[in-house]
T-cell receptor, first 115, second 114 residues
């Protein structure tokens, strides 16, 4: 069963608009971490934001925020005031528990920002 | 901080040849991960090490793949013999266990087996 589901294979958004990228996850472990990574066309993987399962507040990093809805097992990435440079592939990922460090990735969403 | 360093950046090899990919993690990081990325399968975790010890190799596709970490500053992923279906981008990533935060990825090695 897929543990990380990203239902939007591709999205087109007008520059300066806000963007929400969907991510749902599946785990029975009460302790877990959620991540978002950006992969531009150059190929590198760039860490954007992290949310721990016990964190009381939604994580924010500059224009990025994570809309964490624990009961719905949802961890959507919100990008405010999108820019052309935001065009990239975005991956949601999860680490289960605290015993080991491995994280598993969703299939990704390709975001296109239109001028 | 030089980041995670992978070499080579690109590798083209003939089917049947041995391929060795290399990774130098960030100094002080004690966990190292090898991922493979393809269009069909996305990002797959192949193996990861903690304090140079392999912890989980359940993602290694078959016996043709092997990985080592002889010391804290170096790891290799070897494919012998290589096959066309091994063509992919191979990423190495490192982290400091216990922080629970994101990994730092290398730039990847694009492998093409012809």
């Amino acid at each position: 069963a897929q543990k990380i589901t990203q239902t939007q294979p591709g999205m087109f958004v007008q520059e300066k608009e806000a963007v929400t990228l969907d991510c749902t996850y599946d785990t029975s472990d009460p302790s877990y971490g959620l991540f978002w990574y950006k992969q531009p066309s150059s190929g590198e993987m760039i860490f954007l934001i992290y949310q721990g399962s016990y964190d009381q507040q939604n994580a924010t990093e500059g224009r990025y925020s994570l809309n964490f809805q624990k009961a719905r097992k949802s961890a959507n990435l919100v990008i405010s005031a999108s820019q052309l440079g935001d065009s990239a592939m975005y991956f949601c990922a999860m680490r289960e528990g605290n015993r080991d460090d491995k994280i598993i990735f969703g299939k990704g969403t390709r975001l296109h920002i239109l001028p | 901080d030089a980041g995670v360093i992978q070499s080579p950046r690109h590798e083209v090899t003939e089917m049947g040849q041995e391929v060795t990919l290399r990774c130098k993690p960030i100094s002080g990081h004690n966990s190292l991960f090898w991922y493979r990325q393809t269009m069909m399968r996305g990002l797959e975790l192949l193996i990861y090490f903690n304090n140079n010890v392999p912890i989980d190799d359940s993602g290694m596709p078959e016996d043709r793949f092997s990985a080592k970490m002889p010391n804290a500053s170096f790891s290799t992923l070897k494919i012998q013999p290589s096959e066309p279906r091994d063509s992919a981008v191979y990423f190495c990533a490192s982290s400091f266990r216990g922080t629970g935060k994101g990994y730092t990825f290398g730039s990847g090695t694009r492998l093409t087996v012809v």
